[in-house]
């Protein structure tokens, strides 16, 4: 009997801009101090970009995971982008990632799950693995997500970076790779963390632009306790279709967005600290860059080796939420 297909990790790559914003920079520019971020998020500083774009994130990151994987632009079937600070409106930047890759090959679109983005790309590219018709995926996280803060705003500007992360995933009959993905999501939530603005709902006008509308707002405190309670969640989820519990975990990376809802959600799992992935310090929140990123670090450190059993957890605008399983 042929054994069943999975679709695994063959190579990883990164990118965030040189320039640094550290929290004595941010003390400079709204009423807030480094204490203050330190304990409520643990942010120390985060990358951002001075004049790169998106595309030109995702490309450096998904050259470094073609040649991890040992391929080519011309030997991918698929290019996902994950984000929702696309170049453009449209094209999509999948379009001009695959331009700059000569990904000549490959089909291409970008995915909008906010910071759960990266899971649900993973759950894509997973199902076009499986039903065997793609072999070669690039699945890219990115955001930069400082052309949509208000920098006037203290409670949301601290908070984010930008970034880009990136894999490549093929088929395997190994019994690694992809074990299980759960996707969830609840629209009644829509507004408590969303870009009013820029849409077809309101389009750009100058009063769109004086009253700030084209800069995300959040409702910090409400977000926080839901999103406690969606990671973990999406994590047993993904475990229990896996038929694993949280002692089989090796390494939990959950979405970067903020210390304590990292501590939480881990505790929920009742999985000890030494097992949890951590890297908000260094980058903030990356929106769906952050699982991808931080997937990166986890690996080229030795946290995650060769069999580690990774569970994925993420949350995010809509709310959507996600978790995966993967075999290493
Ligand atoms: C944003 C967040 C860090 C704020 O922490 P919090 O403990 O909830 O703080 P609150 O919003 O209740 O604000 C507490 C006080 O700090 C103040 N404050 C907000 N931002 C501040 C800043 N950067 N510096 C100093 N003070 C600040 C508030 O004005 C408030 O003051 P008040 O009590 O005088 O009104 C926290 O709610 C959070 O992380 N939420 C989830 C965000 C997230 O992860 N979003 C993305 C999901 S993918």
Redesign the pocket.
């Known amino acids: 009997m042929t054994k069943n297909l999975f679709a695994q990790i063959t190579g990883l790559g990164m990118c965030v801009p040189p320039k640094i914003l550290t929290n004595a920079d941010l003390e400079k520019m709204?009423?807030?101090?480094d204490e203050?971020?330190t304990q409520?998020?643990g942010i120390k500083e985060r990358h951002l970009v001075e004049g790169e774009t998106l595309s030109d994130l995702s490309v450096i990151a998904a050259r470094e995971a073609l040649q991890d994987a040992g391929l080519k632009g011309e030997d991918l079937d698929l290019i996902i982008v994950s984000t929702t600070t696309p170049d453009m409106q449209f094209p999509s930047t999948s379009c001009l990632v695959q331009k700059e890759l000569g990904a000549k090959k490959a089909a291409c679109f970008d995915l909008a799950a906010?910071?759960t983005g990266f899971i649900y790309g993973l759950s894509v590219a997973n199902q076009f693995i499986i039903s065997e018709t793609y072999k070669n995926i690039l699945l890219i996280g990115g955001e930069v997500l400082s052309s949509i803060t208000d920098w006037q705003d203290?409670?949301t500007c601290?908070?984010f970076g930008d970034g880009a992360g990136a894999v490549i995933l093929e088929p395997t009959r190994e019994e690694k790779g992809i074990i299980s993905v759960y996707l969830a999501a609840d629209g009644n939530f829509a507004d408590f963390?969303k870009v009013p603005a820029g849409g077809s709902r309101q389009p750009a006008t100058i009063k769109t632009v004086q009253q700030r509308l084209h800069f995300l707002k959040?409702r910090?405190?409400e977000?926080?306790k839901v999103?406690v309670r969606a990671m973990g969640e999406a994590a047993k989820e993904a475990l229990s279709l896996a038929g694993l519990s949280s002692k089989d975990v090796d390494c939990l990376i959950p979405?970067q967005?903020?210390i304590?809802?990292i501590k939480a959600a881990a505790k929920r799992l009742g999985l000890d600290e030494d097992k949890v992935f951590i890297n908000v310090e260094k980058y903030g929140?990356m929106?769906s860059a952050s699982s991808a990123v931080a997937l990166y670090e986890a690996v080229k450190c030795g946290k995650v080796k060769q069999g580690s059993i990774v569970v994925m957890t993420a949350?995010?605008?809509g709310f959507t939420s996600g978790g995966c399983v993967i075999r290493w």
Do not use: E, P, Q, Y
């Open positions: 709204v009423d807030t101090s203050w971020i409520r998020t906010a910071c203290r409670s601290v908070l963390l959040m910090g405190n977000t926080f999103a979405h967005a903020n304590r809802i929140n929106s949350f995010g605008s």
